[in-house]
């Protein structure tokens, strides 16, 4: 696949991918769909859940009022931010409504797998979810890197401002939570794009031996 000459076994495996902001998770997924994975990405279903007609819009508008839809008829996701910052259980109210749509969501578009085709789950809050994810799947990798990495990274990327970073990471599992949960983990920090490909490739090959 990809010209790589790396071939898979005939059992596949189910990957749960995850990483805190700015580690370069993305990086990794899209890396392991070019070797042949079948990527469910549960960040761009919950974006779609929560885009203009979105399956989650009407009780996200119902339980938190429509202040929290912009005109467009997605939710605000700046206001909803803001407003989970603010308030802890507000968070755990829109992961209620969430969380089992993009669960339904998920096993709809596992399913869309080739019989010969890995699965990873990309979750970046799957060292939040308990057993829910980890029981899901065969092995944990976890993208991993230091804070002042993830924060620098993310402001770059979306030019926030360094408190808005960290409160999103305060958010988020510990860093040796998600490294407890893992299977696998590539350190993501001071790589090229091309070193970093040669760790994605290496466990590709791993797992293809069945290891």
């Known amino acids: 696949m990809a010209g790589l000459g790396l071939t898979l076994p005939p059992q596949r495996l ?3 991918l995850t990483g805190g902001i700015g580690s370069g998770k993305s990086t990794v997924s899209q890396m392991l769909v070019d070797l042949g994975a079948h990527l469910v990405d549960t960040d761009a279903i919950s974006r779609s859940l929560t885009a203009p007609g979105g ?6 508008a119902q339980h938190f009022g429509p202040h929290l839809i912009d005109a ?3 939710m605000d996701r700046t206001r909803m931010r803001e407003l989970a910052f603010a308030d802890p ?7 209620a409504i969430l969380h089992p749509l993009i669960g339904q ?3 709809a578009h596992a399913g869309l797998a080739l019989p010969d085709q890995h699965i990873v789950y990309d979750v970046p809050l799957l060292a939040e979810s308990g057993r829910k994810w980890k029981d899901k799947v065969d092995r944990v990798l976890v993208v991993d890197c230091e804070p002042e990495t ?3 990274r ?10 808005a970073v960290e409160k999103v990471l305060a958010k988020q599992a510990q860093r040796k939570m998600r490294l407890a949960l893992a299977d696998h983990v590539i350190l993501n920090e001071g790589l090229s794009l091309q070193e970093l490909r040669a760790e994605v490739q290496k466990l590709w090959r791993l797992w ?3 290891a």
């Open 208 to 210: 293809n031996n069945g």
């Open 150 to 152: 993830q924060i620098a």
């Open 89 to 95: 259980g507000a968070m755990a109210q829109l992961e």
């Open 55 to 60: 399956a989650a819009i009407d009780a996200i």
């Open 72 to 74: 467009s008829g997605a």
């Open 154 to 163: 993310v402001m770059v990327r979306s030019g926030w401002p360094r408190e």
């Open 105 to 107: 969501q998920a096993d």
């Open 14 to 16: 189910t990957i749960g």
